[in-house]
Structures are given as structure tokens and as C-alpha cells.
């Protein structure tokens, strides 16, 4: 029987919160899938990514190398690194020690160093307890790379979203070229290979499906409207008495 067993969200709140779990490569467009899911079902949305792009930019501003493992364990161990997420209007808003770093963290040299720092388990470790926090207040949608397999072992749903790393070279760039950026679609496409590859064979929670996770792969161009009906599906699916707005 599924957690959904009354019919208001606060009802389910009480009870149990429910978790939905979305891992996946890079540019798969997670985000903008636990975005709309979070909106249609009313739950919280946690973009674990940002977190790990939170400890990249600090360890970018400290002047540390993303693969100096031991000075990064040593600015953890200090308790150097505060991390607080808040929400306001539904917006995600990550601060790192009390300055508003949101917008910062996605410029594009934070990219490495969050996939750098995403291998030290000290980091990992770090940063599972405000994951697990959310996740036991709340029912919430996360979108990572260790979701399902790690912090959610036991999450309601889990899917895990891909596409071929063309497509998604081909969709970054067209983003890029739609704001006026220069850009080089061979350069985009080997800086995502080099991260699929960096964040797959990592030994720490390396991404991959979990083996509940429902693959939903949108290589063949399906629209994001496509993607949230196919993801919505699956939901039903696994929660049939699921409440969507
Ligand atoms: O989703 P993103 O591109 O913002 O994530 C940035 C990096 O953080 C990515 O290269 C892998 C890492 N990451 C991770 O290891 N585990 C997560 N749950 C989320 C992100």
C-alpha cells in the first residue's frame, strides 16, 4: 500500500513524509523535472547539487586546488564551511557562512570543483546530514547523483533521468547560444564526458541507477512538458492516491 493514504498533503505530512528521488548525469535537466514535480505535487525541492557546488566555490575562493583532498578535509574538519539553505517564494537560496551564494555557485569554473570536491567522502559525509534532514521533515523531491542509492535508500519513488551526452551537449549549447554566449559545442560536449566520467567512477557514491530506480531516458528530444508527464506517470504508478495540483 502506498504512504498516500489520505487525502491532504498535511495529512501525509504527519504520518510519513514521502520522498521522490532523481539522479542522473549532468544536463539531463533534473532540475527543471524536481522543479515542475515539486510545483504539481506540493512538496519541497532540495537541489543537492548545490550543495556540493557551495564546498566547490569556497574551496575555489580559498585558493585550494580541487584535488588538494587533504587541505579540503582540513577546512571541513575546522568547521571552516557553514552551509544553510533556505527557501524563499519556493526558491532554493544557499548560503555559504551567512553570504548569498546562489547565483555564484553556477558560474560555469564551479562546475569542476563541485565535481572535484564530490569525491572526498569527507565532503559526502558533510553534507548527508542536511540532506537527511530535509528529507525527514518534509515530503520532498532531491535531484543529485547518490539520491536513490544513498540518501534516499528507501525513497517512495526513484528515477533516474539520462540522455546521451550529445543531447545534452546539443541542449547546453543551444541555452548558451540562446543568451549571446560564444560557445564551442565540441568543448561543452568533452566537459560533459569528463564529468559523467569523473562523477561515475568515483569510489564514493559514484552515479548510478539504483536498482528500483525507473530509467527515463529523453535523448530523443522530448520536450520538458513530455519528460514531467512521463515522470508524473511513474508516480501514479508507484503512488496511486498521489495528490496532483
Ligand atoms: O547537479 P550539479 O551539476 O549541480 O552537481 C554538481 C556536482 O556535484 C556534480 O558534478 C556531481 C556532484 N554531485 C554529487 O556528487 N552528488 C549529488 N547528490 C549532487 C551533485
Request: net charge neutral.
Amino acid at each position: 500500500m502506498s504512504a498516500f493514504s489520505h487525502d491532504s498533503h498535511d495529512k501525509y505530512k504527519k504520518i510519513s513524509p514521502v520522498s521522490i528521488a532523481i539522479d542522473g548525469p549532468s544536463g539531463a535537466g533534473k532540475s527543471s523535472l524536481a522543479k515542475n514535480l515539486a510545483k504539481k505535487l506540493g512538496f519541497l525541492y532540495l537541489d543537492t547539487g548545490a550543495l556540493y557546488r557551495t564546498v566547490g566555490l569556497y574551496v575555489f575562493e580559498a585558493g585550494i586546488g580541487g584535488y588538494e583532498t587533504e587541505k579540503i578535509e582540513a577546512c571541513i574538519d575546522s568547521k571552516n564551511i557553514k552551509i544553510d539553505v533556505f527557501y524563499k517564494n519556493g526558491e532554493q537560496k544557499v548560503f555559504l557562512n551567512d553570504r548569498d551564494v546562489s547565483e555564484k555557485i553556477r558560474e560555469n569554473n564551479i562546475s569542476k570543483y563541485a565535481s572535484d570536491v564530490s569525491k572526498i567522502p569527507k565532503v559526502r559525509e558533510f553534507l548527508l546530514k542536511t540532506q537527511k534532514e530535509a528529507a525527514e521533515k518534509n515530503n520532498i523531491i532531491m535531484d543529485g547523483r547518490d539520491i536513490g542509492t544513498v540518501i534516499l535508500p528507501n525513497a517512495s519513488v526513484k528515477i533516474f533521468l539520462t540522455s546521451s551526452s550529445d543531447e545534452r551537449a546539443r541542449r547546453r549549447y543551444e541555452e548558451l547560444t540562446g543568451k549571446g554566449k560564444d560557445v564551442d559545442y565540441n568543448a561543452i560536449l568533452k566537459e560533459i564526458n569528463e564529468r559523467d566520467l569523473q562523477d561515475s567512477s568515483r569510489d564514493a557514491a559514484p552515479l548510478k541507477p539504483a536498482q528500483d530506480a525507473f530509467i527515463l531516458d529523453n535523448s530523443d528530444c522530448i520536450s520538458p512538458v513530455d519528460t514531467l508527464n512521463k515522470a508524473l506517470n511513474i508516480i501514479k504508478e508507484r503512488l496511486p492516491d498521489v495528490c496532483i495540483r
